[in-house]
Each structure stands twice: as C-alpha cells, then as structure tokens.
C-alpha cells in the first residue's frame, strides 16, 4: 500500500511513448495527468502498470488487466487501430472482451472485488476519491468513451457471426438436449474451444457425449438440470460436470489457448446451469468425491489423448 500512495497515479506506455517523471515526482498529479493523456497514454493506479501495445491489448489474458485496472486514455488514433483488428478476432475473445467491459465499464468498478489485497483495495479507494475531484474528470470521461465506442465495434463484430451451426453429417449420434441448431453464441463459443475430429468441433462434442453415456454418468451433462428445492444443483452433478470436462481437458480435447476456468464458464453457459460460489468451486473440485469417481469411470474407457 505504500508503493501505492507513493505512486498515486502511474502512467502506463502505449506502444513506446513516454513522458519525464518530474511533475509525478513533485506530486503535481493534475498536472502529469493531463501530460500522460497530451501523450496518448493510459493510466493506472497500481504500482506495475504495463505497458500496451495493438498485439498486447488483444491478448485476452491481457484484456482482463485492461478491463479492471487501467483507465484508457490513449489517443483516438491507436483507439482506431484496435478497433480495425476487431474483424480478425474469434468469437469467443470477442465474447470474453465484451463480458469484461459490460462488468467494467470504467477501470475499478466498483464493488470492490472480495479477494482483493490491500494495495488493490487502496486502489479502489484511489478511485473512489477522485472521483470527487473535478481535477480528475477528464480521466473518467475519457476511459469511459473509449470502452464504449470499443465495445460498440465488438458488439457489432459479434452479431456478423451466424446464430447457428451447420449440423455433423453421416450416421452420427444424437447431440445432447441442447441443440447445436437452437443455440447461438453461448454454443459457438464452446464449441470453439473443443479441437475439431474429423474436420468438425461438432464430432468432437458427439464424441464427448457417446463416452459420457457409455460410462454410465447419473446425469445428462448437456441439459439444464432440475435444480432441488433449495435451488442448488442435485447431489454429485457439480463432481460429475467437473470429472467430465477435467477429464478431456488433460487428454487434449480442449484448444491449448483455452484455459480450464474458460472452459467451465462456457460449458456452464451451453448447458444452461449454474454454479454457485463459482471460484470456490474452482478450487476444490479435484477433492470431489463425484469428481474422482466420474473421472475413473471416463479413465476405465481408455479413451485415447488427442495428439
């Protein structure tokens, strides 16, 4: 926290430029605000910022810093450039780049996230406080505009895609409950994910599927499950799911880029459910009984690892 106070605003690179550090190093703040922005640069509050670059902001594990902890002050210029490489992108970036900024639609949206530390709580606090001052509301205005006229461009890219997917041809097997011809960009995204076999992501889920009925799962993994009275999940489906995906994941069924906490959003978000205390989940799941029982169960198939 103390690096933190002591940097209270840092400026963070755009594709090289930078300013001298005299006005920060006085505590001018205003003052090296309105340099940074002259420059083109963005801002944020933590001590680390890094540096932005058109290849680095679409990095999509770099967009997730972006999103929550740097305010966007760049220029409308290299607003441009990134806005032009919108057409190159996959769906499933677009879609993650669009869940972030309708999360943050300003860089330390609040609430303040519960497992934040304390020099990321200091940095909320930062924000809050200047929010009062009218010496910082260039910095706001402008992070906000720029997210907006970015995800516009996203949003627009996204519904260019088509809503549907051509069906797997041949004697195949029925696909799950929910249809690849009744879903939209919730079932492209996870299909996405999967690598194709024989030339189709589709055969790929076929697959998955005829291995989850051959080892006798209790539950229909690709449906909506009736939830109990008290609203939660039934006994075993969250172990089952995970044995599942965990499963295929280590055996290569996923596209490397992908990882597995991506996958389970978008596995959950295909299949119609939901889990509760979903990061908690995430790091418990493997000490599962349903888990371990469901993995053997895949494991005593001897499916083979996708090469």
Known sequence: MFVSHRHYLNEVPVEGKKNIRFLRHLGFWDRYLFQIIRTGNCVSLLSTPTAVTEDSFWNINHF????????????????LKVIGRVEGQKLPVLLRCRDLLMEYPVAYSEPEPADADQELLFCYRKSAHMKTQSRFAQLFQLDSQNRRDFLEAVEKRIADFPATLPQATGNSIALPAVEVSQTTA?????????????????KTLEFITAKIEEAGFNHKLFSPV?????????????????????FFYQHGYFKNEYG?????????RFSGNSIG?????????????????SFKQLKGLKISKLP
């Open 226 to 246: 009736k939830r109990l009275a008290n609203g939660k999940n039934p006994y075993g489906f969250n172990g089952c799911m995970a044995g599942m995906i965990d």
């Open 277 to 293: 205390k979903f990061k908690t989940f995430l790091s418990e799941f493997r000490n599962d009984r349903h888990y371990r029982e």
């Open 64 to 79: 997730e810093d972006l999103a929550k902890f740097v305010f966007w002050t760049f220029n409308k210029s290299f607003l």
């Open 260 to 268: 597995l906490e991506q996958i389970f959003e978008a596995y959950l």
């Open 186 to 202: 919730e079932a492209i995204i996870f299909l996405e994910m999967l690598r194709p076999m024989d030339g189709s992501p589709v």
